[in-house]
T-cell receptor, first 113, second 113 residues
Framework: DSGVTQTPKHLITATGQRVTLRCSPR?????VYWYQQSLDQGLQFLIQ???????AKGNILERFSAQQFPDLHSELNLSSLELGDSALYFC????????????FGNGTRLTVT | AQSVTQPDIHITVSEGASLELRCNYS??????LFWYVQSPGQGLQLLLK??????LVQGIKGFEAEFKRSQSSFNLRKPSVHWSDAAEYFC???????????FGAGTRLFVKA
């Protein structure tokens, strides 16, 4: 058990809809990362927060947004969903920055129909 | 920008045989290097990491990896593979002082009896 909790585990929704994925980091970790894993794109870095502030951005679409709250949990919001957004979305946490190993949650599987 | 290449999409080895998974990185200096393993339906778990010092690092589950600066490589090895090692393995690179970890495309390991 990594200590990182992601909810929900599965999500099925229709095109054009909006969903929110939630992540609680491991106790003591200040950084939260979001990754998207799909068969054709592999594991893609989306965005990172450290202690409530955005620190790095990867291949995150404008339709996607995230935030980290004062209690350090994070939410990833996906809007105007398309079929191609179907993927596994992972949250990971670490103590600080890339010096620290990442601890991954078990992911949220999003299916857009 | 840093990048990671895992040349082998999948590898099949017999149980009890030795294993080597290849990883090459591109970065101007010495990065932080990681190997993660992902079992089906699970998040990624850290196997081992290299930050500095001894170029041969030991990890969990009997894995080791060797950092070779001249070859920009960080190959993962295990002397005797067990059926439970069947999973996907990801090499990753972190920039010292940076804020994101970049993952390779992964190598899926199949173990045959």
């Amino acid at each position: 058990d990594s200590g990182v909790t992601q909810t929900p585990k599965h999500l099925i929704t229709a095109t054009g809809q909006r969903v929110t994925l939630r992540c609680s980091p491991r106790s003591g970790d200040l950084s939260v990362y979001w990754y998207q894993q799909s068969l054709d794109q592999g594991l893609q870095f989306l965005i990172q927060y450290y202690n409530g502030e955005e620190r790095a951005k990867g291949n995150i679409l404008e339709r996607f947004s995230a935030q980290q709250f004062p209690d350090l949990h994070s939410e990833l919001n996906l809007s105007s969903l398309e079929l191609g957004d179907s993927a596994l979305y992972f949250c990971a946490s670490s103590e600080m920055d890339s010096n620290s190993p990442l601890h991954f949650g078990n992911g949220t599987r999003l299916t857009v129909t | 920008a840093q990048s990671v290449t895992q040349p082998d999409i999948h590898i099949t080895v017999s149980e009890g045989a030795s294993l080597e998974l290849r990883c090459n990185y591109s970065y101007g200096a010495t990065p932080y290097l990681f190997w993660y393993v992902q079992s089906p339906g699970q998040g990624l778990q850290l196997l081992l990491k290299y930050f500095s010092g001894d170029t041969l690092v030991q990890g969990i589950k009997g894995f080791e990896a060797e950092f070779k600066r001249s070859q920009s490589s960080f190959n993962l090895r295990k002397p005797s593979v067990h059926w439970s090692d069947a999973a996907e393995y990801f090499c990753a690179v972190g920039v010292p002082g940076g804020f994101k970890t970049i993952f390779g495309a992964g190598t899926r390991l199949f173990v045959k009896a």
